[in-house]
């Protein structure tokens, strides 16, 4: 069956990776999103992944804790996962480079844009670590600045619910689930799709973003062919 979108952007949250452990990396869980993605590249369709790193560190610890250095940790935390889906992935074949924002060229290559493209060309996945390099960004404006500079054709925001809704769906049973919004009606309605500087990045690039649930990791396949999973973003 023929993709929609040929090269795409995943970003996967830290948290998905800790499966009910709630921390660190569970490897069952690992390996079945991994598994997901393989038969994505199978499907023909170029990979790149921003992981988040919200499994071993969510922000400062103590209001006391300088924000730069706490957002540094954050980073090295995605390093940390990062290296772990590759790995996963060369498990299953499938090849893979690691870049990262901030220089470690013992364990990952730097970002380089154009190598990036390259490794793509190569039918590689590409994971990109450390957020953007900097303090005061999240991994979700990561990952729609990462989307932008390759030039993906959708942005795929895997989460752990299965959608885009107007109430926290744990909070609320009667929370409603969209089906589509527009990138106004996000920041109209403050919808927790992303921060607004992802979501702008993501609207000014004409980037769609679907938002699924990443328990059903078929949803990976089935978004690059089109199909309806979770919520879909567009201009």
């Not at 960004?137 to 054709?153: G, K, S, V, Y």
Request: proline share 2%; hydrophobic share 40%; with cysteine.
């Amino acid at each position: 069956m023929s993709i929609k979108y040929k090269r795409i952007l995943l970003k996967l949250s830290g948290e998905s990776l800790a499966g009910n452990k709630k921390f660190g990396i569970d490897n069952d869980t690992l390996i079945k999103i991994c598994k997901s993605i393989k038969n994505a590249v199978e499907l023909g369709a170029e990979i790149g992944i921003v992981v988040g790193g919200g499994n071993f560190w969510r922000g400062r610890t103590s209001q006391d804790m300088d924000r730069t250095r706490a957002d540094h940790i954050g980073m090295l935390a995605t390093a940390m996962n990062a290296m772990a889906v590759a790995d996963a992935l060369e498990q299953l074949g499938v090849q893979v480079r690691v870049q990262t924002a901030i220089t470690m060229r013992q364990v990952a290559e730097p970002y380089i844009r154009n190598k990036a493209i390259r490794h793509f060309e190569k039918g590689r996945v590409v994971i990109f670590g450390c957020g953007t390099g900097n303090p005061f960004f999240t991994t979700d404006t990561a990952a729609a600045l990462r989307a932008a500079e390759i030039e993906a054709e959708v942005f795929l925001k895997a989460t752990m619910v299965d959608g885009v809704y107007d109430s926290d769906p744990r909070e609320n049973n009667d929370a409603k689930m969209y089906d589509s919004l527009t990138y106004s009606e996000i920041f109209t309605n403050n919808l927790a799709v992303m921060d607004n500087t992802a979501a702008t990045m993501c609207m000014e690039n004409n980037i769609p973003i679907v938002v699924f649930n990443i328990d059903k990791p078929d949803n990976i396949c089935l978004a690059i062919k089109g199909e309806n999973v979770g919520t879909i973003v567009t201009s």
